[in-house]
T-cell receptor
Framework: NAGVMQNPRHLVRRRGQEARLRCSPM?????VYWYRQLPEEGLKFMVY????????ESGMPKERFSAEFPKEGPSILRIQQVVRGDSAAYFC?????????????FGNGTRLTVT | KNEVEQSPQNLTAQEGEFITINCSYS?????LHWLQQHPGGGIVSLFM???GKKKHGRLIATINIQEKHSSLHITASHPRDSAVYIC???????????FGAGTRLTVKP
């Protein structure tokens, strides 16, 4: 049973380009969480999705960032018109159900570098 | 002030030493998580606890709800334990999880 798969592992974009980060949750998991880890900082929650629904996007910047989790296929975190401050590691985690008593399974992250 | 504080920030130990990493939090929680992030970046969930103590191999996690404090202990430390250890708390759901800044542990042979 494959774990949470994120790709690409590393992504380099020039300022103004778009970045697309993909996350395939563990088999049987329908809850996906995206987190951002800025250099030398802790993880910060961005968005929580279930299949076809955004449940909580309170941690996501209002502009340029969007996320989706379609019925078929991976969850996508999309950053438009990237700026240097978007350089960070982006982690996806999944769980089979919601609630605090549930262990999250994390992917290996995508390291975005904006030049 | 961060809602989740970890200490120390950095810790260097000799192989075989007993290690303690501390986590204090200032919010009401229903669960506390300890995570391990290896060089190269992948994150693994080590423990989730809401009371008492849990043990897995050489790792022990404890939590004191009244004092809002948790500790992660590593017995007989080994160089492969070198990683960043992250404490996280959640109140209602995993989407309100708050993370500490992490403790970078280096175990020297």
């Amino acid at each position: 049973n494959a774990g949470v798969m994120q790709n690409p592992r590393h992504l380099v974009r020039r300022r103004g380009q778009e970045a697309r980060l993909r996350c395939s949750p563990m088999k049987g998991h329908s809850h996906v969480y995206w987190y951002r880890q800025l250099p030398e900082e802790g993880l910060k929650f961005m968005v929580y999705l279930q299949k076809e629904n955004i449940i909580d996007e309170s941690g996501m910047p209002k502009e340029r960032f969007s996320a989706e989790f379609p019925k078929e296929g991976p969850s996508i975190l999309r950053i438009q018109q990237v700026v240097r401050g978007d350089s960070a590691a982006y982690f996806c985690a999944s769980s089979p159900v919601s609630g605090t008593g549930v262990t999250l399974h994390f992917g290996n992250g995508t390291r975005l570098t904006v030049t | 002030k961060n809602e989740v504080e970890q200490s120390p920030q950095n810790l260097t130990a000799q192989e075989g030493e007993f290690i303690t990493i501390n986590c204090s939090y200032s919010v009401g929680i229903s669960a506390l998580h300890w995570l391990q992030q290896h060089p190269g970046g992948g994150i693994v969930s080590l423990f989730m606890l809401s009371s008492g103590k849990k043990k897995h191999g050489r790792l022990i996690a404890t939590i004191n709800i009244q004092e809002k404090h948790s500790s992660l202990h590593i017995t007989a430390s080994h160089p492969r334990d070198s990683a960043v250890y992250i404490c996280a708390v959640s109140s209602y759901n995993n989407n309100d999880m708050r993370f500490g800044a992490g403790t970078r542990l280096t175990v020297k042979p």
